[in-house]
């Protein structure tokens, strides 16, 4: 297996669960429920999405070879960081009773809610944990 190209890919898959896993309230609750839902830590993780996006886009450079592979590992790892770090503040100060007052959600939906931060915060560790797997494969580190 070729870490060099390995390692982006896992990165650009890491950010993209990051988005998914963002966009899963969505189709849960009315669009103004999640609002409120992702207002209401410390800050808003769709910040960290905004982050993954930019990550998918220095992953792939770096895959491609578009880009200084040392820079992009440094890169992919600084916004590896933000993603992680934001997920994890927002899923420990977001009060866990807002999550059952969004509305008429029950059964596996309503399951999926009360888990969904801190399935975000798990999944969001998977883009620096991609970004050292690259910059070691590089030997930066």
């Known amino acids: 297996m070729d870490d060099v190209r390995a390692a982006p890919t896992a990165g650009i898959v890491g950010c993209l669960l990051v988005?998914?896993?963002?966009?899963?309230?969505?189709?849960?609750?009315?669009?103004?429920?999640?609002?409120?839902?992702?207002?209401?830590?410390?800050?808003s993780p769709l910040v960290a999405g905004l982050f993954a996006l930019v990550g998918?886009?220095?992953?792939a450079a770096g895959r491609e070879q578009r880009s200084d592979p040392p820079l992009v590992a440094g890169a992919g790892l600084v916004f590896?960081?933000?993603?992680?770090?934001?997920?994890?503040?927002?899923?420990?100060?977001?009060?866990?009773g807002l999550v059952l007052q969004l509305g008429?959600?029950?059964?596996f939906g309503a399951t999926v809610l009360e888990l969904h931060r801190w399935v975000l915060a798990l999944v969001s560790v998977t883009?620096?944990?991609?970004?050292?797997?690259?910059?070691?494969?590089l030997g930066l580190v």
């Open 19 to 43: 988005l998914a896993v963002l966009a899963v309230p969505y189709l849960l609750v009315d669009a103004g429920g999640v609002g409120a839902y992702y207002a209401a830590g410390a800050i």
């Open 56 to 59: 998918v886009i220095v992953f």
């Open 80 to 96: 590896g960081a933000f993603v992680f770090l934001i997920c994890v503040l927002w899923a420990v100060t977001v009060p866990g």
């Open 104 to 107: 008429e959600v029950s059964g």
């Open 127 to 137: 883009v620096p944990v991609a970004a050292g797997w690259y910059a070691r494969a």
